[in-house]
Nanobody, 123 residues
Framework: VQLQAFGGGLVQAGGSLRLSCAAS????????MGWFRRAPGKEREFVAS????????LYGDSVKGRFTISRDNSKGTVILQMDSLKPEDTAVYYC?????????????????WGQGTLVTVSS
């Protein structure tokens, strides 16, 4: 299984970025998918997750109200729209495919991981 994340880069605080993740449709279309991030010197943190139909999104407390997760099963992609970015959002962002069809907020609930894309938010 291959997962490829796109869209990272450098943005000023208050700006927006849109991350996308392409996954094998056969693998991901019946599974929940999610995004995690790892900031320098910190453990990997849950960001957002969505179930196989594109509903019931879950968000980490630090991104609620600013980030939006969505998916397009016809394309095998999951999107993370990030608005009102803050310097503390700086991290490598990873997409992942869940073991189940539901949205999942814990790492052990995921079976496949992408390599990550770097997001840097300047103050």
């Amino acid at each position: 299984v291959q997962l490829q994340a796109f869209g990272g880069g450098l943005v000023q605080a208050g700006g927006s970025l849109r991350l996308s993740c392409a996954a094998s449709r056969r693998t991901s279309s019946n599974n929940g998918m999610g995004w995690f991030r790892r900031a320098p010197g910190k453990e990997r943190e849950f960001v957002a997750s969505i179930d196989w139909r594109g509903g019931t999104p879950l968000y980490g407390d630090s991104v609620k109200g600013r980030f939006t997760i969505s998916r397009d099963n016809s394309k095998g992609t999951v999107i993370l729209q990030m608005d009102s970015l803050k310097p503390e959002d700086t991290a490598v962002y990873y997409c992942a495919v869940a073991r189940s069809s539901t949205a999942v907020a814990v790492e052990r609930g995921y079976q496949y991981w992408g390599q990550g894309t770097l997001v840097t938010v300047s103050s």
